[in-house]
Structure formats: structure tokens, C-alpha cells
């Protein structure tokens, strides 16, 4: 989805600092501190994330307008991915129904562009939608491109969604998010804690990112969000410095590829075919948690930050696709 | 508390690597993976915490007998912060009534003291109990230290608890947990994330503890304990490398007495004299909710480790005055 930080400013001069802005679109933006600042005896100061200034609507002086988003490690992983799940899934999903001006979307200047696809689930599946987003904006000295896949359940089963998003701000840095989504209190339910995330042994994909000496852990600034993701959930910037450009896309073609492949296979396994008996209250308190989790992280999220990307028509074009997906109410 | 890691062993060769072991006393013990590893070029490679074997209830080679916890900086920290909570929480709190042989406690073979205070709330207060416990335990090489204060708030109020511990293996590291433990879904209430973690600025308490170089994220093995702490959780290990006695010891007296103090007294002012309306039904859900967290530390934690730093009569009645202040039956 395509969520940059709230703190991109229009029309201002672009001051790029430290680890790009954007966030992950699923959670509120934030200004991405992506870790204890560290300081290491002799060491390189790893890059200390600060919120980025970035002209996205630009001046006609400007490159040369994008004709599409460029071929780049994040794109095919995520690629394979939900090939992946839309194999497994088969019938289970409907053909993409957005209108073609939103399965393929631009930035009037031509310096962005982006592209959603929302699968919905047929009648009597498990599966509410499934969406995967994609977006490159040009800005001066670089770009910025989101990747993200969610696979959202509906309220026939109160098993976890999948999600995944990669925001690279620069050749050399990406921040990923990838998790199963608990739908109920873990705290309360000790045993939906131990199905879904202790016995699938989520947390050793977890360790495999978190072992490689350039990922910091990755904090939302967001409260909810950090309230919203689970206890096992992989989030992350993954930076390797100046020239680590091929480290870079390494680690994105192997162990990140690796472990969302296995995450996502853990979901496929466990939570995409699942259904759940729930007593009439549970199943209200479930639908009014999966509203509250997804109103709240569209309304911070898209309403504030996609219009500062993309003009208003097509933005709002975008929004109203998106808000459809996730059964959100225009406020 | 008294909780070291399950993996310590009694009567095997002490083997201590890297961190130590002993982890929160409120959340089940584990192998201290403090959070990720660091490839620093140039730079002091940060200790990897791993399981400690350790050897707790000595044979009569081990030096004389422990006549006391000894005085330091983590004891001075949470006696002064004890002191403030009980002088502002005044006649709300009865005085202590362990017995006299828990209130202070030893090992057989005098290698282990501690001492446990429980003070229950009086009559119509909104405080269940404060307990506050000190353990200091002799091993080859060294000593492990815990201190703790917890502070529950009963069925009157849903607002947070208080839990501060601190577990100190060497004399240049410590691990810190220090949370207003939520006790409500957040996900699905966000007004109270917003009431008592939002609005109180909790997040910059945090920051200030993360910032400092010497610490990692400490993120604990067990996900029933991620799944319990709030999202402003501090949750560190410090590390100040060799030589780094003092280094550790102004950071406790210094920054971590100061943001401790700052958090004790946003809970003070926001938590402890808080009563809150509720429907019977919310009411029950809290109980429940407070019953499965006390009894899924209770349980995993005391039972498996106490047992383990000292002799089966003087743990039993430690832990049967703890389960006593939680309310957890004996299983």
C-alpha cells in the first residue's frame, strides 16, 4: 500500500537524512526510529533514521517521467509470494475487481507511480481479500519503493491474517514487516497464543531475520500498531551501509525470501483453511476488533499520506478502493 | 522476585557464558537472547547472552555463608523507588504479613538470601498488593542479584499495574524490565491505549532508556510475556562491557533510577487512585484476564526455578506466600 511518513512536506526542499521515511502502510506512519541508537567503539554509526523532508508532487523539472515501477529484489520476492498463495488459494479468490485506473495509477507530474490489486474471496471461503500493492515514487537522489501483500480472513474463522510490507528508501536500507496478525486478546487467550504461534514455531523465522548483524529492530511509533502486530512478528530495517547495494539485495533474494516464504506457508497451512465454531458474542467481539484494528490503521495511515503522493482524483480514487477491501465506512 | 533461568542445573560444573542467565521474575524465565547480534566492524562484539549453567545450592567449598543481600545500586534504585510509592499510596496499603521466615530467607549452604515484602491493599482500596523482593545468590565467579517491585491494582479499577525488575549477573550488565502492565485488549480498546499510555507520554520514558549505547532490546523467549507487556514496555539489557563497573553503575543511580521515578509517578498519578465503572460483564472479563496473566507467570516461573536457588521448605513457603498475594490457587 503506499503510506510514506507523515512528516513528507510538498514543496518544500528535499533534506533526505538517515533511513528513508516511508512506513509500513499497514501502520501508521511514524518517524522511523529504527532502534537504540548504538554507539560502537571504532565502528561505523549505523544510520540514524530521522523523518525525511521529499518533494513527491514535483516540478516539471523533474526526470522524465516513470513509465513503471522498476524490476528490483523487493518486487520479484513479493511477486513470488503471492503467486505463491494465489496458487494455494485457487477458487478461493475472486479475479481482481479494482478499475483499471487503479490497478495501474500515476502522479500527474509523472514522477510516481503504483498499482493495487484486490482479490476478494468467493462466497463461503474463508478469506475476506486478498491485496497486494505496489508503488515507486521518484524523489531527488533516489526513489522510494513499497511493496505489501495482505491476506485477510473474514469473520468465519478467528485465525490470524498474513501481512508483509518492504519500504526501501534507498538501494542500500529496507524496512520490512511480515506477520501473522492475531485477532484475539493473547493476553486473554493463552491458547489461540499457543496454536498459532508457539506450535508453528514462528519464532525461529523470526530469529533468522533478527540474527543478521544489519537488521535493527524496527518500532512503530505508533502505540496501536505495536498493540496490533504479534508477539512473533518480523520488524525490522534492514540497512548495510554505504556499497551494500549487492549485501543488500542478497539478503532480500535469500533469507528474507526464505523466511516469508516459510511464514507464509505456515499461514497457508494453519490459518488460511481454517474455520471456527464462536459463540454469538465471540464472534461480535472478533468483528468489532478486526473493525477497530483495520479503521484505525487505514484512517491514520492512507487518508493523511496517500493524497500527499498522488493529486487528489487519483488518490482519492485509490483510497476509496482500499476502504472498500477492508469494509471501512468513508468518515 | 526469584526466578533465574530454567536451564540453570544444580550440582554440574559452572559453565557461565555471556549474559546472565536469570531473567525477570514476573516473566517465565529463558535464554536471555537480548536482542539482535551485532557484526560491528572495528567494534567490541556485544556479548551473545546464552543459557548459563550454573551452580546454586553449593557444596560446603563455596565461600562463607551469605549474611545479607549485599548494598547496590539496583537495591538503593528500588528501595527509593518503594519508598515513594508507599509513601504516596500511605493507608492504602496494610502492613506486611509474610511470616518472619520469608520475610528474609536463606539457603541451607549460605550461598543465597533473600527477602520478600507483600503489603495488601486495605479495605476498599483499589490496590490488590504491593510485593517488593530482593535476591541475592553466590555463584562460581560471581553473583546473581534480582530485585523487584510489583504493585497490583484490583477488580475496582482496570488501570495498569506497576512491575519493576531488575536482574543483574555481573557487575558490568543488568536487564531491566520496567511496564505499566495493561489490562485490557488494546487492539480492541484503543481508548485506553490513548488514556494511559498515549496521553501520559510513556513512549518518551522508554526512549530515554533505549537511546543510551549500552542497550539492546531484551525480548523475552516466552510470547505469553510479549503478549503481556504493554507497548512502552522498557525492556533492556545493559551492557557495559569489561571494565564497565562504574559505566553500569551511574546509568542505574543516573538515567535508569530517574526514568524508573518518572514512570512510578505517571502511574501514581494515573493508575493508582483510578476507579472505573463496569459493566458486569467487563468486570468478569478483567478478572479473567488478570487471573490467566498472574497464573501463567505464577506458574512457569516460581514453581520451575525457585526451587532450584533454594532448599524444598524454604521455596515452598516463599512461593505459597507469593501465590497467596496473587490470588493463584495451588495447582
Chains 1, 2 share one sequence.
Not at 471461503?125 to 515514487?137: A, E, K, R
Request: charged residues 20%.
Amino acid at each position: 500500500m503506499l503510506r510514506p511518513d507523515h512528516c513528507l512536506r510538498f514543496r518544500s526542499p528535499p533534506a533526505i537524512t538517515g533511513v528513508p521515511v516511508p512506513a509500513p502502510t499497514f501502520f501508521p506512519a511514524l518517524s522511523p526510529i529504527a532502534g537504540p541508537r548504538r554507539q560502537l567503539r571504532g565502528a561505523l554509526r549505523p544510520l540514524r533514521a530521522r523523518p525525511a523532508l521529499l518533494i513527491v508532487r514535483a516540478s516539471a523539472s523533474m526526470d522524465a517521467a516513470v513509465a513503471r515501477a522498476p524490476e528490483m529484489a523487493q518486487r520479484e520476492v513479493a511477486r513470488a509470494l503471492a503467486a505463491e498463495a494465489e496458487a494455494r488459494l485457487g477458487p478461493r479468490l475472486l479475479p481482481s475487481a479494482v478499475p483499471a485506473d487503479v490497478a495501474e495509477f500515476r502522479n500527474g507530474a509523472g514522477n510516481a507511480v503504483g498499482s493495487l490489486g484486490v482479490r476478494r474471496g468467493a462466497p463461503g471461503s474463508s478469506i475476506d481479500f486478498m491485496m497486494q500493492s505496489s508503488l515507486h515514487c521518484k524523489v531527488p537522489n533516489g526513489a522510494i519503493d513499497i511493496t505489501s501483500i495482505l491476506i485477510f480472513l473474514n469473520a468465519s474463522t478467528d485465525a490470524p491474517h498474513f501481512l508483509m510490507e518492504l519500504i526501501q528508501g534507498s538501494p542500500t536500507s529496507i524496512v520490512v514487516v511480515l506477520d501473522l496478525l492475531p485477532r484475539k486478546d493473547l493476553a486473554l487467550h493463552p491458547e489461540y497464543l499457543q496454536k498459532y504461534y508457539e506450535n508453528t514455531q514462528l519464532d525461529k523465522q523470526r530469529g533468522k531475520i533478527y540474527e543478521l548483524p544489519q537488521t535493527r529492530p524496527y518500532l512503530s511509533p505508533s502505540l496501536f500498531v505495536r498493540s496490533a502486530v504479534s508477539p512473533t512478528a518480523i520488524s525490522v530495517s534492514i540497512d548495510c551501509g554505504q556499497g551494500g547495494e549487492s549485501a543488500l539485495e542478497e539478503i532480500i533474494r535469500g533469507q528474507l525470501a526464505m523466511v516469508a516464504k516459510e511464514v507464509l506457508q505456515i499461514w497457508l497451512d494453519n490459518c488460511a483453511d481454517s474455520t471456527t465454531e464462536m459463540e454469538e458474542t465471540e464472534r461480535m467481539c472478533l468483528v468489532k476488533r478486526d473493525n477497530t484494528v483495520r479503521s484505525k490503521s487505514i484512517e491514520v495511515d492512507l487518508t493523511a499520506n496517500l493524497p500527499r503522493m498522488f493529486d487528489p482524483d487519483v488518490s482519492s480514487r485509490v483510497i476509496a478502493e482500499i476502504r472498500k477491501a477492508f469494509g471501512v465506512q468513508e468518515s
